[in-house]
């Protein structure tokens, strides 16, 4: 009987039943950090390594990382629905899991609120919680209005630096999700009109001349803070450097363009400007 009652649910695969509300794996942290907003994490059979919002999301079974899935991980949790972010790979395994009878959804925001908005209201409508997707989308629209806007005429210089332990620093171009935050936060890219990541070099670093070098806060801390970020090639050097002005904040924050959106465009622009979010 229970076993039934989950069927009628849409909590476990039924055996030609139409699902309401189907079983999902969810890879992304914006996409995850989405299906608890609409309040459908009862749904979750598994998530990716970047699903770290809510911290009930880290508590899930994981199917590993976001571009390096594997079938087989995703089919042991025996998915009906695959909810992905536009990283989600690679592209043969995606091919695999729908061979396999998993509905395949791949939900990219393109780096705008309007993007959140739509992947909000796709997510309702494939986890059967269109009416919470309305609610959500209410309440995301009021906060995007309301939200501080910098200051007139300010637009400073900002040179994104993407750190990792032991591993080359690159800095951010035109087109990815650093340039979106920074000009969402009424700042210019200091590495305008390159596309793209791209190696840090002491020669970039000077003709960007930044007034603010931004890294996530976890990129920060491997590089053993300020001081050891400020030692990379002719990062020291810069109006940045020498004025010691490095912003940092959480990554998925940052770069996640999560339904925290609004949150988190208010606290860079405070980082940015010089004043608290």
């Known amino acids: 009987m229970k076993r039934r009652n989950l069927l ?25 950090e989405t299906v608890f907003l609409l309040g459908a994490q009862g749904q979750l059979a598994g998530v990716d390594t970047t699903s770290l919002f809510p911290l009930d999301a880290t508590r899930l079974p994981q199917v590993g990382y976001a571009r390096t899935l594997s079938a087989e991980g995703v089919l042991a949790l025996s998915p009906q629905l695959l909810l992905a972010s ?21 939900l990219d925001e393109h780096h705008r609120f309007d993007g959140i908005v739509e992947r909000t209201r796709r997510i309702g409508t494939l986890c059967g919680r269109e009416r919470e997707a309305q609610q959500a989308v209410a309440g995301l629209q009021q906060a995007w209005a309301a939200r ?4 007139a005429g300010a637009s400073p210089r900002v040179l994104f630096v993407l750190a990792h332990a032991g591993g080359q ?30 190696p840090l070099t002491a020669e970039a670093a000077l003709q960007a001349a930044p007034d603010v070098i931004l890294c996530t806060s976890q990129g920060l801390e491997a590089q053993g803070g300020a001081d050891g970020l400020l030692r990379a090639p002719g990062l020291a050097l ?37 004043r608290s979010a």
Do not use: C, W
Request: glycine share 14%; charged share 15%.
């Open 8 to 32: 009628m649910a849409g909590l476990l695969p039924g055996l030609g039943v139409a699902q309401a509300q189907p079983r999902v794996v969810s890879v992304g942290g914006a996409v995850t």
């Open 86 to 106: 536009g990283e989600a790979g690679p592209p043969q395994v995606l091919e695999q899991l729908r061979r396999a009878g998993v509905r395949v959804e791949v």
């Open 148 to 151: 501080p806007r910098p200051p």
């Open 169 to 198: 620093l690159r800095v951010a171009g035109e087109g990815t999700a650093a340039d979106a935050m920074i000009t969402l936060a009424g700042a210019r890219n200091a590495l305008a009109g390159v596309s793209g990541y791209k």
């Open 238 to 274: 810069t109006p940045a450097g020498r004025a010691r002005r490095v912003a940092s904040m959480e990554a998925l924050l940052l770069l996640g363009f999560t339904p925290r959106l609004p949150q988190a465009v208010a606290e860079l622009t405070g980082k940015l400007h010089g």
